[in-house]
């Protein structure tokens, strides 16, 4: 370490604050006052980043080449930074800038001032707000979803019914509508029991969500009721889309009742017209299908 | 709580002694440490440990991303952040990327086996 003069090392000494200086082209320290020394212990390295912050390498926050890069006038500007060092686990506010020492080097200095209580009030204060945005977002999935199923709940489809619908209007675009019931809900629950009708629609929901295309909206509408909203479709395109989940679910093998079919009815809005009448049109379909021997698709037109 | 087979992932060698002796010291095994973030997706599938924490600020890859990465190729691959940017947008952002909960530093014990505990509760 190059000696300094005595006074600048007594005046630096008596500041309460951790101080140190380091050749910007070498890390080397040049210079490092009582406290800072207290703090960092005995050094293992002479340059910065070993002796005070342990590092293998120049430290992912260090200014001096970002300070450098700038154009000449950066010198002489401070720089504000917070830190926490791993070394003493306290937080760090250090400012820092980069000076002509009497010998031509370019050095930078840092003033480090310990933080860590107000690091650890404002610690407190985002560990609530990340709570909070936490609740919140679990509050939000929650309003959307059905607790059994984990798809979409009727809510949730009444609104995705609503934008749609305005979208279609907007942009002319054809929108459709799948309405699937399960085949003989109620006897599975009568024969089984509720835990195995339950799984049922849980079953049931997973194949749904596996093979509708990602910009389709699946939810439970209800009961063993299931709606898919198929923006930008076609009846002939929700016809095949309809077709797929069908066999999808007729090929599946469940737990318990192994095999189990769904009726489907298909309906394209028209013109001006409202969800509700398009509904009723999709479940008129549906009940088509299961006169007809369940287990098939309907189509309204 | 069960014993954790844990990969410590930390830019900085000292944060890497200081968690794994917290984790010792709760009985877990650390049986992995990775010092970057391409370090730790290739150890991964080798290591299949069941749970990792993670630094946000490392050079190159940082850990949002190389849990965006980890998440891609194991799903329910549990994840705890440590950071000491004590701002929630980080926070936010690292569980959107799949990461299962967070500490801030300086790591507290029981707040990081607390949170342990809630992870292992809730995703296994």
């Known amino acids: ?301 | 709580m069960k014993a954790l087979k844990i990969m410590v992932v930390d830019d900085s060698i000292i944060t890497v002694e200081k968690i794994s002796a917290m984790l010792e010291n709760m009985g877990h095994t650390v049986v992995s440490t990775a010092k970057t973030g391409s370090e730790a997706l290739t150890k991964y599938p080798e290591v299949k440990p069941d749970l990792m924490t993670m630094d946000i600020t490392m050079p190159e890859l940082d850990g949002i991303e190389t849990t965006k990465q980890i998440i891609s190729i194991d799903p329910s691959a549990l994840i705890v952040m440590v950071t000491s940017q004590g701002q929630e947008r980080m926070v936010m952002d690292s569980l959107d990327a799949g990461a299962k909960g967070y500490v801030l530093k300086p790591i507290k014990p029981d707040k990081l086996q607390l949170i342990l505990e809630q992870i292992v509760d809730k995703y296994t």
């Not at chain 1, 005595?6 to 050749?23: A, R, S």
């Not at chain 1, 406290?35 to 342990?54: D, F, L, T």
């Not at chain 1, 590092?55 to 504000?80: G, W, Y």
């Not at chain 1, 489907?264 to 049109?281: K, N, P, Q, T």
């Open chain 1, 1 to 301: 370490m190059d000696r300094i003069e005595p006074v600048f090392e007594t005046l630096f000494d008596v500041i309460p604050f951790g101080i140190y200086i380091v050749d910007v082209e070498t890390y080397e320290i040049v210079y490092i006052n009582r406290v800072m020394q207290q703090r960092v212990g005995e050094p293992n390295g002479s340059k910065c980043w070993q002796a005070i912050y342990r590092q293998n390498s120049p430290c992912l926050h260090c200014p001096i080449q970002d300070i450098l890069s700038r154009e000449s006038n950066a010198l002489n500007e401070s720089v504000v930074l917070e830190l926490f060092s791993d070394v003493d686990d306290c937080w760090y506010q250090l400012q820092e800038k980069i000076i002509s020492w009497p010998d031509g080097r370019k050095v930078k200095y840092s003033i480090a001032v310990d933080i860590s209580e107000l690091k650890g009030m404002q610690n407190e204060l985002s560990e609530a707000h990340a709570e909070l945005s936490l609740a919140h977002r679990e509050l939000e999935r929650t309003a959307v979803t059905d607790v059994l199923t984990k798809i979409y709940n009727r809510a949730k489809l009444d609104q995705v019914l609503r934008d749609e619908n305005q979208r279609k209007n907007r942009y002319s675009t054809p929108l459709s509508l799948i309405l699937l019931d399960i085949d003989r809900f109620k006897s599975v629950n009568d024969t089984h029991g509720h835990m195995v009708g339950d799984s049922v629609l849980m079953e049931t929901a997973d194949i749904m969500r596996k093979h509708i295309r990602n910009t389709d909206t699946l939810g439970r509408w209800g009961g063993e009721e299931f709606l898919i909203i198929c923006p930008n479709t076609d009846l002939e395109n929700a016809k095949i889309v309809a077709e797929k989940l069908r066999s999808a679910l007729d090929d599946h093998i469940f737990d318990v009742v192994e095999s189990c079919t769904g009726s489907f009815g298909v309906a394209l809005f028209g013109a001006e017209e409202d969800s509700e009448s398009v509904l009723r049109r999709a479940d008129e379909a549906l009940y088509r299908a299961k006169e007809r021997g369940r287990n098939r698709v309907e189509v309204s037109f």
